[in-house]
């Protein structure tokens, strides 16, 4: 299995809403990632976890809050979002023994309204 | 931090012949150098790769070349066919705390006329 799945594939939401973006890999890959990707633009890395712990945090708001509840999954927690947080956000994972292929997940299309 | 930089930023070429994308970066540590495939919609899909004890690797039509001495390695795909239209992205990998990050370049957008 060298599938990285990320749900919801499509997502709206309203300023004042929560919503969480789910990722899942089952490669036993420990490093995970999340990145942001506006159109027309290269994917921007926001947060990387190694064993399950944050390890860089890109300095992005707030807002955004990642969860790595265990080794397979990652979570990306979303509250009080802005219109230009609209974007693809790409989950990712890789082993740790690297640098090694970051296998990417099919991106959740996030729209705030 | 690193510099990752891409050219050409959109190439346009007939179906058959050959197109060549460049990048160049700053950190001279840098060992591992992807390219990835995205086509529009779709996910970032490594097409090829090559660490920095070779200096060429070829896949079929894909080929990855690599001068660590001038910091650049290129993209050649031979024989180009309308499904080789895409964006494609170099990426460099920074150590960082334990683990690495990945920086992408600008991205290419090739574009294979039939």
């Known amino acids: 299995d060298t599938e990285v799945t990320q749900t919801p594939k499509h997502l709206v939401m309203g300023m004042t809403n929560k919503k969480s973006l789910k990722c899942e890999q089952h490669?036993?890959?420990?490093?995970m990632y999340w990145y942001k990707q506006k159109a027309k633009k290269p994917p921007e890395l926001m947060f990387v976890?190694?064993?399950?712990?944050?390890?860089i945090n890109e300095s992005v708001p707030s807002r955004f809050s990642p969860e790595c509840p265990n080794s397979s999954l990652l979570n990306l927690h979303l509250h009080a979002l802005q219109p230009e947080d609209s974007a693809l956000y790409l989950c990712?994972?890789?082993?740790?023994?690297?640098?090694?292929?970051?296998?990417f997940g099919q991106g959740t299309r996030l729209t705030v309204v | 931090g690193e510099n990752v930089e891409q050219h050409p930023s959109t190439l346009s070429v007939q179906e058959g012949d050959s197109a060549v994308i460049k990048c160049t970066y700053s950190?001279?540590?840098?060992?591992?150098f992807p390219w990835y495939k995205q086509e529009l919609g779709k996910r970032p899909q490594l097409i090829i790769d090559?660490?920095?004890?070779?200096g060429e690797k070829k896949d079929q039509r894909i080929a990855v070349t690599l001068n660590k001495t001038a910091k650049h390695f290129s993209l050649h795909i031979t024989e180009t066919q309308p499904e080789d239209s895409a964006v494609y992205f170099c990426?460099?990998?920074?150590?960082?705390?334990?683990?690495?990050?990945?920086?992408f370049g600008t991205g290419t957008r090739l574009k294979v006329l039939a």
């Open positions: 950190d001279s540590a840098s060992n591992y």
């Open positions: 990712a994972s890789s082993q740790l023994q690297g640098p090694q292929e970051a296998f």
């Open positions: 976890y190694s064993y399950e712990k944050l390890s």
């Open positions: 990426a460099v990998p920074l150590q960082f705390s334990g683990t690495y990050k990945y920086i």
């Open positions: 090559i660490r920095s004890n070779v």
């Open positions: 490669m036993g890959h420990r490093a």
